[in-house]
């Protein structure tokens, strides 16, 4: 399992034709279904025979001609609801845009496959990839465990890989043990009765309940939760109302409670359940708060996190590949499979400011630009790592 990396160069140029492709056809949600027909043609021209386990769910093998255990690559596939404001030629026009590099990382575990299936002969075990949906909605890895992903053959351990825009291209960071955030999407419905703002004693002001129960969500993170932990709640849609002179019937509050620990998650999550009820029927509403979807920190596996990093250490030199402990506050749903098999989640550098003025804009921002020239490394990354494992635990 030699030159996966020069092998990556060589097949450069096809993977940026089809990363813009991807990037010209965004598609959101748990449905994809030109991404889904874009990505099986791609597996079947390089050989494979892909099946789609549930909704744009995709599954290919490659192996199984030796003995072995079982390796997952995963990739998403969805984008954001966000206008694309970009001065790329291959831009989303549709009002979608691939604003978290999911293009980039669906190109990547192609450029993998075919990587792979030129050195098929050799994989002692088996190499599962795997394509899914709504990664951005927290529902994606969790209809894909459903659909038995795992199953048929027997997951032994897995990895993914996000692009990460402000990092030095090809610089490769990894956390040990808990490094990503969990996230709780909810959704607070405040029931009042509408009235003239000239007589409000007639009605039941539900914007000035959803405004108490604000408020008090935020007591919660400095006085319920220690210093020392890390947890945020942000309510960042606030709707109700249509005219200045009346007093609304309802109001709608969207928002995430993200935290490093599954137990403080729901801790906040219950605690607020108390405060939008009871802070409704101090002022004679009524509420109710719904969890929209959600995901649990993401645990990397630390013996199996150094293992994979030492081949990345081989693949591009001991200087390019750095690990820390502690997490961010931001969220994955690869997540869902690292409580099921012991799993890595790599970043992948993609571009400073000095490097290019339009690099290193946040992720989700309308103008956001990634070095296409890190899809090399992310393939020959995909390839190496699951190969070496295999090889070294057969």
Same mark, same amino acid.
């Given at each position: 399992?030699?030159?996966?990396?020069?092998?990556?160069?060589?097949?450069?140029?096809?993977?940026?034709?089809?990363?813009?492709?991807?990037?010209?056809?965004?598609?959101?949600?748990e449905d994809l279904p030109r991404t889904t027909a874009f990505?099986?043609?791609?597996?079947?021209?390089?050989?494979?025979?892909?099946?789609?386990?549930?909704?744009?769910?995709?599954?290919?093998?490659?192996?199984?001609?030796?003995?072995?255990?079982?390796?997952?690559?995963?990739?998403?596939?969805?984008?954001?609801?966000?206008?694309?404001?970009?001065?790329?030629?291959?831009?989303?026009?549709?009002?979608?845009?691939?604003?978290?590099?999911?293009?980039?990382?669906?190109?990547?575990?192609?450029?993998?496959?075919?990587?792979?299936?030129?050195?098929?002969?050799?994989?002692?075990?088996?190499?599962?990839?795997?394509?899914?949906?709504?990664?951005?909605?927290?529902?994606?890895?969790?209809?894909?465990?459903?659909?038995?992903?795992?199953?048929?053959?027997?997951?032994?351990?897995?990895?993914?890989?996000?692009?990460?825009?402000?990092?030095?291209?090809?610089?490769?960071?990894?956390?040990?043990?808990?490094?990503?955030?969990?996230?709780?999407?909810?959704?607070?419905?405040?029931?009042?009765?509408?009235?003239?703002?000239?007589?409000?004693?007639?009605?039941?002001?539900?914007?000035?309940?959803?405004?108490?129960?604000?408020?008090?969500?935020?007591?919660?993170?400095?006085?319920?939760?220690?210093?020392?932990?890390?947890?945020?709640?942000?309510?960042?849609?606030?709707?109700?109302?249509?005219?200045?002179?009346?007093?609304?019937?309802?109001?709608?509050?969207?928002?995430?409670?993200?935290?490093?620990?599954?137990?403080?998650?729901?801790?906040?999550?219950?605690?607020?359940?108390?405060?939008?009820?009871?802070?409704?029927?101090?002022?004679?509403? #009524?509420?109710?708060? $719904?969890?929209? @979807?959600?995901?649990?920190? /993401?645990?990397?596996? =630390?013996?199996?996190? %150094?293992? &994979?990093?030492?081949?990345?250490?081989?693949?591009?030199?001991?200087?390019?590949?750095?690990?820390?402990?502690?997490?961010?506050?931001?969220?994955?749903?690869?997540? #869902?499979?690292?409580? $099921?098999?012991? @799993?890595?989640?790599?970043? /992948?550098?993609?571009? =400073?400011?000095?490097? %290019?003025? &339009?690099?290193?804009?946040?992720?989700?921002?309308?103008?956001?630009?990634?070095?296409?020239?890190?899809?090399?490394?992310?393939?020959?990354?995909?390839?190496?790592?699951?190969?070496?494992?295999?090889?070294?635990?057969?």
């Amino acid at each position: 399992m030699k030159n996966f990396l020069e092998n990556a160069q060589q097949i450069k140029d096809e993977m940026i034709q089809i990363r813009r492709d991807l990037h010209n056809h965004p598609e959101v949600g748990e449905d994809l279904p030109r991404t889904t027909a874009f990505v099986m043609g791609k597996l079947k021209e390089y050989g494979y025979e892909p099946t789609e386990i549930c909704p744009s769910g995709i599954v290919a093998l490659v192996g199984g001609k030796k003995p072995g255990k079982t390796f997952l690559l995963r990739a998403d596939m969805d984008a954001l609801p966000i206008k694309e404001e970009t001065n790329y030629e291959f831009k989303a026009t549709n009002g979608n845009m691939h604003a978290c590099g999911h293009d980039f990382h669906t190109t990547m575990l192609l450029g993998a496959a075919k990587l792979l299936k030129q050195q098929e002969d050799e994989i002692e075990g088996t190499i599962k990839l795997v394509f899914q949906p709504d990664e951005e909605g927290f529902t994606g890895a969790k209809k894909m465990l459903n659909a038995g992903v795992l199953e048929n053959p027997k997951v032994d351990a897995a990895m993914a890989m996000h692009v990460h825009s402000g990092t030095p291209s090809n610089i490769v960071l990894y956390g040990l043990g808990t490094s990503i955030a969990g996230c709780i999407r909810f959704r607070i419905t405040v029931n009042g009765t509408g009235c003239h703002g000239a007589m409000p004693e007639t009605g039941v002001d539900p914007i000035n309940i959803a405004a108490h129960i604000y408020l008090s969500s935020q007591e919660i993170i400095s006085r319920e939760i220690s210093a020392t932990e890390s947890a945020v709640v942000t309510i960042g849609k606030f709707a109700g109302g249509d005219a200045p002179n009346i007093i609304p019937e309802q109001v709608i509050m969207e928002g995430t409670i993200r935290s490093l620990s599954r137990d403080i998650g729901d801790f906040i999550f219950k605690r607020m359940d108390e405060i939008v009820t009871t802070t409704a029927k101090m002022f004679r509403g #009524s509420a109710k708060l $719904e969890e929209l @979807s959600s995901v649990p920190p /993401l645990k990397n596996d =630390t013996e199996l996190a %150094n293992e &994979l990093g030492s081949y990345v250490k081989e693949l591009i030199g001991e200087q390019a590949v750095i690990s820390f402990e502690g997490g961010g506050m931001g969220s994955e749903d690869f997540a #869902s499979y690292s409580y $099921e098999v012991p @799993s890595v989640y790599f970043m /992948l550098g993609a571009g =400073t400011k000095d490097e %290019n003025p &339009l690099y290193g804009f946040p992720m989700h921002h309308p103008q956001v630009v990634f070095n296409e020239d890190i899809m090399v490394t992310g393939a020959a990354m995909h390839a190496y790592c699951a190969t070496n494992w295999l090889k070294n635990h057969s």
